[in-house]
């Protein structure tokens, strides 16, 4: 029995956008490229929809957070919608303040942002948002509370803070398999919620 053939040309470019952006950069602290992680948030998207479109945001997500790349870049290439979402899951910095002292102000708007958005960026959120808690939960079986001290914010609280809040955000996808392992994955490394 063949394989169906699908339109892949969109996700295609944006493949090799996303791999020419990031050439050279390692996942912070992890030793491999870091295309590896908006591959992994490509592939828990692609589990909730087959919308080529959110593929290919799903996979160009921190292209403008982390890269040369601009916004615009993203919609001249891409598109209005897909820049829509990777900007709405781009981090926001704080004019004036650094990394360390805008982290709550940042992920707090971050949370606020993700609650008002459409269900398209919730789906594109929430495969960064599991890869990121899968690494979490991996490392944290591995290294136990010293973990917290690789990241810029170190109290263990912080963090359950900043995934609870974006799990309640992103509850409208709570009928998703993504999203069950979510919050399997924030209970199994902060425990059960009281």
Do not use: C
Not at 2 to 19: H, P, W
Not at 118 to 145: F, P, Q
Not at 157 to 162: A, G, M, P
């Amino acid at each position: 029995m063949a394989n169906k053939q699908i339109d892949t040309d969109l996700l295609d470019r944006a493949i090799m956008f996303a791999v020419k952006a990031h050439s050279g950069t390692e996942r912070r602290g992890k030793g491999f490229p870091y295309i590896v992680h908006p591959m992994e948030a490509l592939e828990i998207v692609s589990t909730m929809t087959p919308d080529q479109e959110l593929l290919a945001a799903a996979v160009l997500h921190d292209t403008v957070e982390d890269t040369y790349v601009t916004i615009d870049h993203i919609r001249e290439e891409f598109g209005d919608r897909i820049a829509s979402i990777v900007d709405a899951e781009s981090d926001k910095g704080i004019e004036g303040r650094s990394e360390d002292d805008s982290w709550h102000s940042r992920k707090k708007g971050a949370i606020e942002r993700l609650a008002k958005a459409s269900r398209d960026t919730k789906m594109v959120a929430l495969g960064d948002k599991l890869s990121n808690m899968r690494a979490i939960a991996r490392d944290y079986s591995m290294m136990g509370d010293e973990l917290w001290k690789i990241f810029h914010v170190t109290d263990k609280k912080d963090h359950e803070w900043h995934y609870r809040g974006l799990a309640d955000s992103l509850r409208e996808l709570e009928d998703t398999f993504a999203f069950k392992e979510f919050e399997n994955l924030i209970d199994q490394v902060f425990g059960k919620k009281q």
